[in-house]
């Protein structure tokens, strides 16, 4: 599992950004997690404050790391993250010595989403730039927030929901689908993809909820979105809830929360698959700072006949 650490004996506020920092801990049973051996956590630091971005204000903005998400080719562990508030030389400084890099920080940005790798899990390469919040990978300073990444068996898919403060009130965000063949360079905003619901159960509870974080899987040709919602104007999200879709673009979501209070970004991962069936392990996200696990089974036929 691969997070960063927040809310708690932490805090919520930019003090605790200190501690936002990737972190990587192994378990057998989704009860009792480790540092694996190794490994040294967290294995990205936030930058000093003169290493981080400058506004035309003059004043820097504290950097910081958020939203972390991976995945597994086959061969690889593939690790992204979100980083706000970056200057171009920290990342220069820190990342991979790529024309990939000398391509993408030719601009400073708001906001980065990075890339690592590694096949055992210990030793990681150095940062590569996946976009940033610049034009054309994204409208101008936009947040791409909580971006997930799949892998289906053509290519490659992220999910990120996107979200400015600017935004008529009560915002209500979108989720954009954006596709990529190596990892690396993946649709520019305009021209990606918007998801579609085909129900919203969180609306009858309350009209100004929407999606503020969320996480993708994909097995046996289903596309599934954990996705945390809430009051978007107030960067914060109440309840999870499970959304599937055969075409990864429409997708239905259960009328039953995942879990229904005091919830932050959470994740489902597909433990094994029959004919009938998927099993899956889910790690709930609360905003206490603690972790919760539970395991589920679903029918495909159910599956099947909710997309009818």
């Not at 980065?112 to 300073?141: C, F, K, M």
């Not at 929407?210 to 109440?238: E, K, M, P």
Request: overall charge neutral.
């Amino acid at each position: 599992m691969v997070f960063t650490p927040y809310f708690g004996i932490l805090g919520s506020d930019r003090a605790a950004s200190l501690y936002e920092n990737p972190t990587i801990v192994v378990s057998n049973d989704g009860k009792e997690w480790i540092t694996p051996t190794g490994l040294s956590n967290p294995i990205q630091r936030r930058p000093a404050i003169e290493d981080s971005y400058i506004p035309p204000s003059g004043i820097p903005n504290q950097g910081y790391w958020s939203d972390v998400d991976w995945n597994f080719n086959g061969k690889e562990f593939e690790l992204y993250y979100r980083g706000c508030f970056f200057s171009n030389k920290i990342l220069r400084q820190w990342g991979a010595k790529s024309d990939n890099n000398t391509r993408k920080l030719n601009q400073e940005a708001e906001r980065v989403i990075v890339r690592q790798t590694s096949t055992d899990g210990i030793h990681w390469t150095p940062l590569e730039i996946v976009y940033t919040s610049n034009e054309p990978a994204s409208i101008q300073d936009n947040h791409i927030i909580s971006p997930s990444f799949i892998r289906n068996e053509t290519g490659m898919f992220s999910y990120e929901v996107d979200f400015k403060p600017t935004y008529q009130s009560p915002i209500m965000t979108n989720i954009l689908l954006r596709v990529s063949s190596n990892g690396l360079d993946f649709t520019a905003y305009r021209n990606s993809k918007q998801v579609k619901f085909i129900n919203k159960p969180w609306l009858e509870l309350n009209k100004s909820y929407s999606t503020w974080h969320l996480q993708a899987a994909y097995i046996d040709g289903y596309y599934f979105l954990c996705l945390a919602i809430g009051n978007v104007d107030r960067y914060s999200s109440d309840l999870n809830y499970l959304a599937y879709s055969k075409d990864g673009i429409h997708f239905r979501v259960f009328e039953t929360p995942l879990a229904s209070s005091n919830v932050y970004r959470s994740a489902v991962f597909a433990k094994s698959s029959s004919t009938n069936d998927i099993e899956f392990g889910a790690v709930i996200g609360y905003k206490s700072g603690t972790f919760g696990y539970r395991e589920f089974k679903l029918n495909k036929k159910v599956l099947e006949d909710g997309l009818k």
